[in-house]
């Protein structure tokens, strides 16, 4: 199975902060990886997929990029929606594995 | 617009079996495969595996081998999850999820969640 690594586990940052968020897998899946944003007692979003491309209705503040085995979401300008927990997963192969989650904290 | 409408929260007994319902509309499920996620508490996700819905062949990921069972009715247009002889540790969140039809494809749509308790 491909392993999905993120770092940082937890994260805290101020309203209008940039923050990127790493994920490394454990081979190389090309460009087969999305972000969601996950909100407490909610379903996850997809934020982007294929690696940089953003999903429709999704603030031009989130940016992906990356291929191979290491990939980076950055987000620009904070705002206080954006405090959530974001997971990478690969769509390569099944299974379709997912990071083990980046908590974004308010500071 | 596409909509994911699971059933409520279940509270079991450990042994006992649970059908978790995904009723979609705005689009017609046979032309986009349904997956299944897991997400116990305060945990990561988990993908559980996905069920073709065109040929309704279903492909478990291995830790979900056995007990689970994924199922649809698609004149209802509804995809289905059992799980047997249920543990306490089967205790999680479950979301039933579509794949989208783009290559490299991720899970576009998601269900509310539902909530499956085990406990004596």
């Known amino acids: 199975d491909i392993q999905m690594t993120q770092s940082p586990s937890s994260l805290s940052a101020s309203v209008g902060d940039r923050v990127t968020i790493t994920c490394r897998s454990s081979?190389?899946?090309?460009?087969?990886l999305n972000w969601y944003q996950q909100k407490p007692g909610k379903a996850p979003e997809l934020l982007i997929y294929a690696a940089s491309i953003l999903q429709g209705g999704v603030s031009s503040r989130f940016s992906g990029s990356g291929s191979g085995t290491d990939f980076t979401l950055t987000i620009t300008s904070l705002q206080p929606e954006d405090f959530a927990t974001y997971y990478c997963?690969?769509?390569?192969?099944?299974?379709?594995?997912f990071g083990q989650g980046t908590r974004l904290e308010i500071e | 617009q596409v909509q994911m409408v699971q059933s409520g929260s279940e509270l079991k007994k450990p042994g006992a079996s649970v059908k978790v319902s995904c009723k979609v509309s705005?689009?017609?499920?046979?032309?986009?495969?349904m997956n299944w996620v897991r997400q116990a508490p305060g945990q990561g996700l988990e993908w559980m595996g996905w069920i073709n819905t065109y040929t309704g062949t279903p492909t478990y990921a291995q830790a979900f081998t056995g007990r689970f069972v994924f199922s649809l009715d698609t004149s209802l247009s509804t995809a289905y999850l059992q799980i047997d002889n249920l543990r306490t540790e089967d205790t999680a969140v479950y979301y039933c999820?579509?794949?989208?039809?783009?290559?490299?494809?991720?899970?576009?749509?998601w269900g509310q969640g539902t909530l499956v308790t085990v406990s004596s």
């Open positions: 705005g689009y017609t499920i046979s032309h986009f495969a």
């Open positions: 081979q190389s899946i090309d460009t087969f």
């Open positions: 997963q690969q769509s390569q192969r099944t299974p379709h594995t």
């Open positions: 999820t579509r794949r989208s039809s783009s290559r490299p494809s991720a899970f576009d749509y």
